[in-house]
């Protein structure tokens, strides 16, 4: 299972980036897909699922409405499209899926809202 984040960077307040994850590995449309982010010194935090045809999502709070998870299984992509960003959703995000038991992760993409 590879999974490999993109689309971080440094943004301002009420800015817009669009991360994205491309999966490798597994059969991706049969797994729900999830969002993380880890602020240093604090754990690892869930931000946004999706089912495995995209019907349902989930949010963490705080994010619904500003934030949105979608998947094309056909390129095997996940992507986190955040909009109105705020200072403290600085972090590094991560794309997630759980198979065979256990948890895998990407690298992480490093997002900074700062003025």
């Known amino acids: 299972v590879q999974l490999v984040e993109s689309g971080g960077g440094f943004v301002q307040p009420g800015g817009s980036l669009r991360l994205s994850c491309a999966a490798s590995?597994?059969?991706?449309?049969?797994?729900?897909m999830h969002w993380y982010r880890q602020v240093p010194g604090k754990q690892r935090e869930w931000v946004a699922s999706?089912?495995?045809?995209?019907?349902?999502?989930n949010y963490v709070d705080g994010v619904e409405g500003r934030f949105t998870i979608s998947r094309d299984n056909a390129q095997r992509t996940v992507d986190l499209q955040m909009n109105n960003l705020k200072l403290d959703n600085t972090a590094v995000y991560y794309c997630?899926?759980?198979?065979?038991?256990?948890?895998?992760w990407g690298q992480g993409t490093q997002v900074t809202v700062s003025a």
């Open positions: 997630n899926t759980r198979a065979w038991s256990r948890d895998f």
């Open positions: 999706i089912s495995q045809s995209g019907a349902t999502t």
């Open positions: 590995g597994f059969v991706f449309d049969q797994y729900v």
